[in-house]
């Protein structure tokens, strides 16, 4: 089993930047592809950012290309989101997730096990 909590939301003014970080436990989250998703108020989860089991290879939504920055640090068991020029439609809670065989996808299906998330509020 493995558990993923968030941490690093809050609220910003549009212009602003926040880092949010995922801890995992277990002992092969180096072997896990990870990812960021969103949810805003009476909107589906949406897929943000994703990282393969390396670091290597990452992948980004449209709408978040050039602003926001997927890492890992393997040896700590932490995936960060670096948001930068946030922008008032990034307002929404944002979960990590965990895709066990390591598979790059944009599927929220896909993904094996999910934080509880943490809430992002871009307002002036």
């Known amino acids: 089993q493995v558990q993923l909590v968030e941490s690093g939301g809050g609220l910003v003014l549009p212009g602003g930047s926040l880092r949010l970080s995922c801890a995992a436990s277990?002992?092969?989250?180096?072997?896990?592809?990870m990812a960021w998703f969103r949810q805003a108020p009476g909107k589906e989860r949406e897929f943000v950012a994703v990282?393969?089991?390396?670091?290597?290879?990452?992948h980004y939504a449209d709408s978040v290309e050039g602003r926001f920055t997927i890492s890992r640090d393997n040896a700590k068991n932490t995936v960060y989101l670096q948001m930068d020029s946030l922008k008032p439609e990034d307002t929404a809670v944002y979960y990590c997730?965990?895709?066990?065989?390591?598979?790059?996808?944009?599927?929220?299906?896909?993904?094996?096990?999910w934080g509880q998330g943490t809430q992002v509020t871009v307002s002036s």
């Open positions: 997730a965990a895709e066990v065989t390591a598979f790059l996808t944009i599927a929220a299906s896909e993904y094996d096990y």
């Open positions: 277990g002992r092969t989250f180096s072997t896990y592809a």
């Open positions: 990282i393969s089991w390396s670091g290597k290879s990452t």
